[in-house]
């Protein structure tokens, strides 16, 4: 992926903002406003699961309820704001890769920062929605992800498009099992700083969260090739759709409950990012 050719006038600038240490805080707030996001999905989907209140929702679900609560405009805007930082530090890894600066690029490689890109573009989306419903106008019936698969349905090729991008999310899932089978994020961390016991839980919580979010990603990733298959927008399926599919399979509030606790452990291990997650940012070249 090519850096692109700024003027000089505004290379200066912008590095400066970008390698500031406020910009490093804004990013490690915006691990833990993902976090916070996640544990509440989690808590939510567990609570169903367990027979006591609760509800299976998405993200923007999960903004929905924080913003029901007392002093939830408040709270909301903290998330927002870390919600962002995190959007703009995936840009950053998108375009200017500093945590593997003048390494041999790879396909493997290049496919980490398409990724990057897609969670920059999914987490300034969500900011968005906060702010909407921050001011009230953000209410809103619909289900984006069958919405925007039936845009892609009506394009030409739309059904091999949408057979692709569930190629690519189921791809994405089974990757995450992958990443918590072999603990490769262990060396995301900055371990010199952390304590034995810490490390420990930080392994575990990620591994259990990680394995978590692979599980849903490979089922919203089915559900897209279903789509494309029939050709049928209705049969596409977000966060939400996919934890309540768990829980109408057999065993389905065990299942789900499972899922759920892997989700408020990933919320854990995305606050435990904020605190160390190594950021070098000081390394982007522009």
């Given amino acids: ?10 290379q200066k600038p912008l590095k400066q903002a970008v390698t500031n240490s406020a910009f490093e805080r804004l990013a490690r707030l915006g691990y833990a406003a993902k976090g916070v996001v996640y544990f509440v999905v989690g808590f939510l989907a567990a609570q169903a699961a367990f ?10 679900g999960a903004l929905e309820t924080i913003v029901s609560q007392p ?21 950053v890894e998108t375009i200017y890769d500093p945590e593997h600066s003048g390494q041999a690029r790879d396909t493997k490689h290049t496919a980490k920062r398409l990724g990057y890109g897609f969670s920059a573009l999914a987490y300034g989306g969500l900011a968005l929605t906060a702010v909407k419903l921050i001011i ?5 019936s619909g289900n984006s992800t069958q919405d925007w698969t039936a845009k892609l349905l009506a394009q030409p090729f739309g059904q091999l498009l949408v057979g692709l991008v569930g190629v690519i999310v189921t791809g994405v899932g089974i990757y995450y099992l992958y990443e918590a089978y072999k603990c490769k994020f262990r060396g995301n961390f900055k371990l010199q700083e952390m304590s034995a016991n810490e490390q420990t839980w930080a ?29 049928d927008p209705s049969q ?8 309540a599919t768990l829980a109408k399979q057999p065993f389905g509030p065990w299942i789900l409950g499972l ?28």
Wanted: proline share 2%; hydrophobic share 45%.
């Fill in 1 to 10: 992926m090519i850096r692109p050719n700024l003027p000089t006038n505004i």
């Fill in 51 to 60: 027979g006591v209140g609760g509800k299976t929702t998405d993200t923007r």
């Fill in 71 to 91: 002093f939830g405009k408040f709270l909301l805007s903290i998330l927002t704001v870390g919600l962002i930082g995190y959007a703009l530090w995936r840009l």
């Fill in 136 to 140: 009230g106008s953000g209410k809103d």
């Fill in 203 to 231: 392994i575990r919580t990620g591994r259990f969260g990680i394995a978590s979010r692979g599980v849903v990603f490979s089922i919203i990733g089915f559900f897209l090739i279903q789509a494309a298959h029939q050709s």
């Fill in 236 to 243: 596409a399926k977000g966060l939400g759709e996919a934890l």
């Fill in 259 to 286: 899922v759920a606790l892997g989700l408020i452990a990933y919320g854990i291990y995305s606050l435990v990012e904020a605190r160390y997650r190594k950021i070098t940012n000081s390394n982007v070249r522009i």
